[in-house]
């Protein structure tokens, strides 16, 4: 049973581009969440989807940023011009349901430049 | 107030030594609670989850639960070399919105 499965594993982009970061849920999970981690910081949540649903947005930023969890393929976090306070590692974690654990992504680190 | 508090170190202890991890939260009425270990560069990989009032052991893991305090801790028996991390304190509020804790960041000397 493959772990949730994140990529691409790095990314750059220049400032004005689009960032499309992508995640595979572990087989059998129908939540997905993102969060975004800055150097020497905690994990902030971003968002939480299950299928075709997005359930909480409450830690997306208002602009630039979207989020999908479509019912075939993988969950899409969605940057459009990016800027250099972009720049984190985005972590996608998934679980089989309501108040069980969550197993997270390797991360995807974006880069701005 | 944060939603999840934690002291961000470093904490440094002695090889074979107990090391303990603290984090309050703010919503009183969060049910569940998991401790998170990530490595530099690393993912956070869980490695404990308490959901009732006192202790719960796993190995050389102890979490600690006090809903009344709005308090939760791991405990970390004979301390190894390779329990360097940063942990991360978790918490289950609302409609399972996982928020965690800015981390503390544990050494343990040799």
Redesign the interface.
């Given at each position: 049973n493959a772990g949730v499965m994140q990529n691409p594993r790095h990314l750059v982009r220049r400032r004005g581009q689009e960032a499309r970061l992508r995640c595979s849920p572990m087989k059998g999970h129908s939540h997905v969440y993102w969060y975004r981690q800055l150097p020497e910081e905690g994990l902030k949540f971003m968002v939480y989807l299950q299928k075709e649903n997005i359930i909480d947005e409450s830690g997306m930023p208002k602009e630039r940023f979207s989020a999908e969890f479509p019912k075939e393929g993988p969950s899409i976090l969605r940057i459009q011009q990016v800027v250099r306070g972009d720049s984190a590692a985005y972590f996608c974690a998934s679980s089989p349901g309501i108040d069980e654990k969550l197993f997270f992504g390797s991360g995807t680190q974006l880069s701005v430049l | 107030q944060k939603e999840v508090e934690?002291n961000s170190g470093p904490l440094s202890v002695p090889e074979g030594a107990i090391a303990s991890l603290n984090c309050t939260y703010s919503d009183r009425g969060s049910?569940?609670f998991?401790w998170y270990r990530q490595y530099s560069g690393?993912?956070?990989?869980?490695i404990m989850?308490i959901y009732s009032n006192g202790d719960k052991e796993d190995g050389r893991f102890t979490a600690q639960l006090n809903k009344a305090s709005q308090y939760v801790s791991l405990l970390i028996r004979d301390s190894q070399p390779s329990d360097s991390a940063t942990y991360?304190c978790a918490v289950?509020q609302?409609?399972?919105?996982?928020?965690?804790?800015?981390?503390t960041r544990l050494t343990i000397n040799p």
């Amino acid at each position: 049973n493959a772990g949730v499965m994140q990529n691409p594993r790095h990314l750059v982009r220049r400032r004005g581009q689009e960032a499309r970061l992508r995640c595979s849920p572990m087989k059998g999970h129908s939540h997905v969440y993102w969060y975004r981690q800055l150097p020497e910081e905690g994990l902030k949540f971003m968002v939480y989807l299950q299928k075709e649903n997005i359930i909480d947005e409450s830690g997306m930023p208002k602009e630039r940023f979207s989020a999908e969890f479509p019912k075939e393929g993988p969950s899409i976090l969605r940057i459009q011009q990016v800027v250099r306070g972009d720049s984190a590692a985005y972590f996608c974690a998934s679980s089989p349901g309501i108040d069980e654990k969550l197993f997270f992504g390797s991360g995807t680190q974006l880069s701005v430049l | 107030q944060k939603e999840v508090e934690q002291n961000s170190g470093p904490l440094s202890v002695p090889e074979g030594a107990i090391a303990s991890l603290n984090c309050t939260y703010s919503d009183r009425g969060s049910q569940s609670f998991f401790w998170y270990r990530q490595y530099s560069g690393k993912s956070p990989e869980l490695i404990m989850s308490i959901y009732s009032n006192g202790d719960k052991e796993d190995g050389r893991f102890t979490a600690q639960l006090n809903k009344a305090s709005q308090y939760v801790s791991l405990l970390i028996r004979d301390s190894q070399p390779s329990d360097s991390a940063t942990y991360l304190c978790a918490v289950i509020q609302g409609a399972q919105k996982l928020v965690f804790g800015q981390g503390t960041r544990l050494t343990i000397n040799p």
